[in-house]
Structures are given as structure tokens and as C-alpha cells.
């Protein structure tokens, strides 16, 4: 999954989370339990009648009206884009079409739209992936003269520059996963972890099992460890947090938290399927086998490491990468010899 995709199916899983760490005040005043989300396309009446759709647009009801419905838009960047302005700005302009050409189709007087916009307000803001001059800031896209303009206004999110120390010291579940994307002064990578982790505990019991998945999706996917930094989480959660011990060998969490990493996993092998077509195949092969293994049984024998460097063919390594999704023990690769027959 890349992680455009997952930020959508997180945005989605964890809406009202994010409304509350991001924007508490507003929050207050919507009723996540009356929400749909929208059908995603829009379609724009250029010349090649191309259709476009936004990231995620979820609509939800206010409490106390005006206005009656908050129409939460969401984007997630991953890189900068000169133009991200301008196509916020045509986000909006095709949202409102689409919600008026869906009440009515009689012309009506700017007094009358204005009146409908205030019942319809968009949220907009977007994850960027990438450091921006300050790390929450609102902007905003214009187009026309002074007496009649057309304003769009977001909120930019800049994960890079927010402190994951600081947004862990909140109490909400969402943060255990954007903290992997937030700045790390302060924390050692299986610190980081740890701490998310450690808080997870806390919030396990009020989740959905894909909000649990979800989460730790996030960690054991965009947080990465080293074999030292295993070794150092492993001694973190056994003598510092023995309750993340505890969470992680209890057979129902155990469940859950295993397909979040069997997520990763996928992601991983098809990455490990990518290299193979390149340029070092055999040793990126043997890299991604080692490291799936890893994330799912700890730390590895050194005969084992031994065994898989030893193989020099891309489908016994193809095999064990197939195999790493169905197994539950180490024991069960049947990698000792080393052939791969026993992965099939």
C-alpha cells in the first residue's frame, strides 16, 4: 500500500480523531455520528471532460446550525507542487457545483447562493510530507478582481516540523500513528516506538480492530528499525514498558496487531518484487527476506541469516517471501536447508 493510500483509509478511520487534534474547537461542534462520505468524482466541464476527484470528502453534520453541514476535504501531498494552490482552489469550485447541481438546477441570484454557501461550509487541509516555512499554516488560493473574488482557504499541515514528543503528550489514539511522520528530536527511533506503542495501550480498549491495524500499520511500516534498534526496542518494552509486553502477547491483540504487520509485509514483498527486476536482484531478495522475517519472528538466528544469504535463485527467495505471510513460527519457513522446496 503506498502511503498516499494509507493516509486516505486513516483520514477516514480516524476523521474525527484528526478534527479533534487539529482543529479542537470545531470539532466540538460536529456530529461524527451523522456523517457519509461523498462519491469522490467530480467532474469538470473541460474540453476533455476529464474527471477528478479529491482525496477524501466526508460530509458532516453540525450541531447547532449555521451552517447545517461541514463538508471535510482532505489531500495528501507527498512532495511539493507549484500548482497545489490553483488545484486546491478548482477542489472547491467543483464541490460547491456538484452540491448545488444536486438541490436544484433553476438559476438563481448570488443572494440566493450566498445564502445556500452559508448552509455548506468546506474544511479543507492537507498532510504534506515534506517541511513547510511553519508547521501549521493557513493558506489560501484566489482568483478575480477585488469587488467580486473567488477564495479558497486550507490548512497545511506539515507533519515534518510537528513534534512528535510534544503531540504524544496528547490524549488521542491518532497520534500514535502520525508520530512516526513528525520530527524525532528528542527520540531515538525504538524510543519513539516504544512510546507510541506504550500509549496504544492506553487507547486499545476504545478502537475498532481496523483503527488498532491501522495504527500499527503505521508503525511497523514507516518506522523501521535497525537490528540494534530491535534489539534496543525489545529491551524497552520488557524493562521500561512491560505493558506494551504484555499488549502484543495477548492472543486477541496479538491478532490484530499481526495484521497490521502483515500489511507492511505485503507492501514489503512487493517492494522486494520490484528490486528483483533490477540491478541486484539476488542480494536485495535476500535483504527484504531477512528483514520481513525480522519484523515477524525478532531476532534471527545466525545460522538462519547464513542460510538465506546462501541462496543465489530468485524463486526459492520468491518462496520464503511467499511463505513470511502465511507462518506463525520461525520453524515453519523450512528455510534451514537453505533449498526453498520446503517454502512452496
Not at 151 to 167: K, V
Amino acid at each position: 500500500m503506498e502511503l498516499d493510500q494509507f493516509m486516505k483509509e486513516f483520514v477516514v478511520d480516524f476523521l474525527e480523531e484528526i478534527v479533534g487534534v487539529f482543529f479542537p474547537e470545531l470539532a466540538q461542534g460536529l456530529d461524527f455520528s451523522q456523517k457519509r462520505e461523498l462519491n469522490k468524482a467530480l467532474y469538470t466541464a473541460s474540453p476533455k471532460g476529464a474527471e477528478r476527484e479529491v482525496d477524501i470528502l466526508i460530509e458532516v453534520r453540525v450541531k447547532v446550525p449555521p451552517p447545517e453541514v461541514m463538508l471535510i476535504h482532505f489531500e495528501s501531498q507527498q512532495q511539493k507542487r507549484f500548482d497545489f494552490p490553483a488545484r486546491m482552489l478548482g477542489y472547491h469550485c467543483l464541490v460547491y457545483v456538484r452540491e448545488i447541481e444536486g438541490e436544484r438546477s433553476d438559476s438563481f441570484s448570488l443572494a440566493e447562493f450566498t445564502a445556500w454557501q452559508n448552509r455548506k461550509r468546506i474544511l479543507s487541509f492537507v498532510f504534506c510530507n515534506y517541511p513547510l516555512e511553519k508547521d501549521i499554516t493557513q493558506e489560501e488560493s484566489q482568483i478575480g478582481i477585488p469587488q467580486s473574488r473567488l477564495i479558497c482557504q486550507y490548512t497545511a499541515i506539515s507533519l515534518p516540523l510537528l513534534s512528535a514528543r510534544d503531540y504524544l503528550q496528547k490524549d488521542n489514539a491518532v497520534v500514535c500513528a502520525l508520530a512516526v511522520f513528525m520530527d524525532k528530536a528528542g527520540f531515538s527511533p525504538p524510543e519513539l516506538k516504544a512510546a507510541c506503542y506504550r500509549k496504544l495501550v492506553d487507547h486499545q480498549p476504545h478502537l475498532t480492530r481496523k483503527q488498532f491495524e491501522d495504527i500499527v500499520y503505521s508503525l511497523e511500516t514507516y518506522l523501521l528499525l535497525s537490528d540494534a534498534e530491535k534489539q534496543v526496542f525489545q529491551r524497552l518494552i520488557v524493562e521500561v514498558y512491560p505493558e506494551v509486553s504484555q499488549m502484543i502477547i495477548n492472543p486477541l491483540i496479538e491478532q490484530g496487531r499481526q495484521q497490521g504487520i502483515q500489511r507492511g509485509i505485503q507492501q514489503g514483498i512487493q517492494q522486494g518484487i520490484q528490486q528483483g527486476h533490477e540491478e541486484g536482484a539476488i542480494e536485495a531478495k535476500q535483504e527484504i527476506l531477512l528483514e520481513l522475517m525480522q519484523l515477524k519472528f525478532g531476532a534471527l538466528p545466525h545460522p538462519i541469516i547464513e542460510r538465506v544469504q546462501s541462496i543465489q535463485e530468485i524463486e526459492p527467495l520468491n518462496a520464503f517471501l511467499r511463505r513470511v505471510i502465511t507462518t506463525t513460527r520461525l520453524e515453519e519457513m523450512g528455510i534451514e536447508n537453505g533449498s526453498g522446496t520446503r517454502a512452496e
